[in-house]
């Protein structure tokens, strides 16, 4: 509202110059004038007033000013200061050319100024005019609208500085400010113009008609171009008074930014020079036409476009790194490198290196004697990946040890590597070099973890010796003699994911003693034989893949084991009540090796599995020789289930229950291949169900189906798939036994013997 009163004001003071300038503009035939109107169009209404002053004049020639001001309700204002020339031609036509400096505050409150150069020719019956709009200076203005910010995703990862090993986590912020952009335009506009025979020239009224067209753009913008029509209507002398002139119109347009416009206006004309008492003649029509207002745009044409900028920035953070095997945080970090560094070196890291520390070993380090870890400490290889996570987030994060893998090789003629309280070895080679029968390569402790360790050792692996929650996950154990693993005297053990070969004559994978916990998903293999002597000798030096004694809260499941040597069974159990054996593979290669062996083992469960003793050599054939597949002594209330059970040699029972009562065979497919191999045997065993079972005898030389033996009373024989190549699909031996509702394939009822006289035989279908 100031910048239009002090527009207004600008212009009144001209016309106060002007005004003391009257006695020399009397006298010229063209005179000053102000003018003052409006336009009125939807959304926009325009107030304008104008100083029109001659400057130089002749009797054809005009040189003027034309000084302009405007506001609208949008709160925009503009001056437009104009220098114009006009020549009356001898045809008829007025001639013209002006430029213009304009002047502009938008409604955004931006500043735009811009040339104005403009050419005509004035007739009385027709008009033709042309302007081009040349916008200077800074064309273009920003405003922002505000911005947004928006974090993330975040990343994570571990970063060791030093001795110093944290979680750095970093994410990119991204800034958004929206803005408008505010642009002048250049453009330029023309139209042709004619008179409409609705008055005559000198009445004083006039009324003609324009059609033209205008065009605005600029860079990166929406041109602002389309057709224009207007209509005007002049009152000179208006209301009789001499130089008054009333002029009032009508405009259409039309583009694609601003859409249909209908524009009305009017304007008042008022002369600042008296009219001439001397006697003058009047002004002809186009004397009249000499002073007609400039036809221009009324403003510098501006248009806006919205758009964003982004700005990124990362934030980071820090914090302190927790062991995810023992959720403490990890104190310090120091590296060995084992091929300049030696044992001295290895061992010092450890002392210094304190509870919750790291220590990374690189390269090949060889010791002259033991290596003890201290309690919570860690003892990592390079390469290994160490799972994290942030003390304060809990985010998990993969660590990747720096450098290449970590060995360790020695003669060591106890043990090379000591685990202590709650230590930890990953992703880290052992080797003991000593072929001492005392030698191991590593012993645990309570609460140690190996993970994904490589054990070679001349002799013995991994002893672990009265500890409560030792860990052995992945990595590999090869030992030369003795003992792959020895357990003793130990609750909590997990033995799980490992690959494990034992190759000595009368060595062991896995040794168990009095030990509770799980030893599960293993590869293991034995190689070498046992002493010659069979497993229920006390002399005898088997080759077992699992060992097991005393041991009835161990559960051994989902393990491949296979024996390739003689005496060796695949898993061998004595004196462990109420052990679970199930889901394991077990496969035997070799003469007198059994899948399973479960010796006074009352109320276990062994299911699941998948046994195959593969020998065909039946030398010096007897009880303590067969290749059994699942073989069971002086143990009673099993459980034996779901198994699938092969063999091959000669006398070799699928299943063999000896001197136990109340358990139940069932669920289990068995296949025996050679003679005097019954599926299913009982032997000396009260009350004992077979139930549910498919059961398959291919060599007809007396093999049964199921045998009730011996001392085997008050069994049941129920549900059974039968198919025996041998004389009989049931062979019952014991008094009190039912032999029923089975399905002995050709034969029915008739393929039940029996030497009991109350035998129960009914609703067996061949």
Known sequence: ???????????????????????????????????????????????????????????????FTDLRGKFDNNDSVEGNFGLGIRHMLPSGWNLGAYGYYDIRRSPYGNNFHQLTLGAEALGEVFDLRANAYLPVGETERRMDLGATATVGPWSSQAVLTGTS?????????????????????????AEIGIRLPVFEPDSGFDMRAFVGGYYFGGSDVEAIAGPRARLEFTAADFIDLPGVKLTAGLTFQHDDVRGEQWITQARLRIPLQAASSAGR????????????????????????????RSKYDTLTSSEDAVNAWNG??????????????????????????????IVLLNGNLAATGAISLNDKQLLVGGGTVLKLKGATSGVAV?????????????????????????????????????????????????????????????????????????????????????SAIA????????????????????????????????????????????????????????????????????????NTITINGELANGINVTGSAGIAISGNRVT???????????????????????VATNTTNDTYLSLNTAAFGIMTEGSDNLTVSGNSVTTRARGATGILLRYGANSTISGNTVTTNGENATTVAVVGSASNTVIGNTLTTTNPNNSHGVSIGFNSHNGVVENNTVTSAGPHGVYVWSSGVAVRDNRLVGRGNSGVLTTAGDTIVSGNTP
């Open 1 to 63: 509202m100031h910048s239009r009163w002090a527009l207004s004001a600008s212009l009144l003071a001209i016309c106060a110059v002007s005004s003391a300038h009257a006695e020399d503009l009397l006298a010229k035939r063209w005179g000053p004038w102000v003018e003052t109107g409006g336009q009125f169009g939807k959304g926009r209404s325009l107030g304008e007033m104008n100083l029109f002053v001659p400057l130089l004049q002749n009797s054809d020639t005009l040189v």
């Open 165 to 189: 090993l944290a979680i750095q986590h970093q994410a990119v912020q991204t800034t958004t400010t929206s803005y408008r952009v505010e642009k002048a335009l250049a453009g330029a506009d």
């Open 281 to 308: 003649e009047p002004l002809s029509y186009m004397e009249r036409r000499m002073t007609d207002t400039v036809v221009r745009d009324v403003d510098i044409v501006s248009t806006t476009r919205n758009g964003t």
């Open 328 to 357: 403490k945080t990890i104190t310090s970090v120091v590296r060995i490198d084992g091929t300049t560094q030696d044992q001295t070196a290895l061992q010092a890291a450890l002392d210094s290196v304190g509870a919750q520390g």
């Open 398 to 482: 993969d660590y990747a040890a720096a450098g290449s893998a970590g060995r360790i090789s020695g003669a060591a003629t106890d043990t090379l590597v000591r685990m202590a309280t709650d230590s930890a070895m990953r992703g880290i080679s052992v080797e003991n070099t000593s072929s001492n029968a005392n030698s191991w390569a590593i012993s645990g402790a309570s609460g140690a973890s190996l993970r994904d360790v490589a054990v070679v050792s001349a002799a013995n692996g991994v002893r672990v010796d009265g500890t409560a929650n030792f860990t052995l996950q992945g990595g590999s154990i090869t030992a030369a003699t003795g």
């Open 487 to 558: 357990i003793t005297d130990s609750t909590g053990v997990s033995i799980g994911g490992a690959t494990i070969i034992q190759s000595g004559t009368s060595g062991i994978g896995i040794v168990v003693d009095n030990v509770a916990g799980r030893i599960e998903g293993n590869t293991i293999t034995t190689n070498g034989n046992g002493s010659g002597y069979n497993d229920a000798h006390s002399l005898a030096r088997p080759a077992h893949g699992l060992s097991v004694s005393n041991s009835g809260g161990l559960t051994i499941a989902n």
């Open 588 to 610: 035997t290669n070799n003469y007198m090796s059994r899948g399973i062996r479960l010796v006074d083992s009352d109320g276990a469960t062994i299911a699941g599995n998948t």
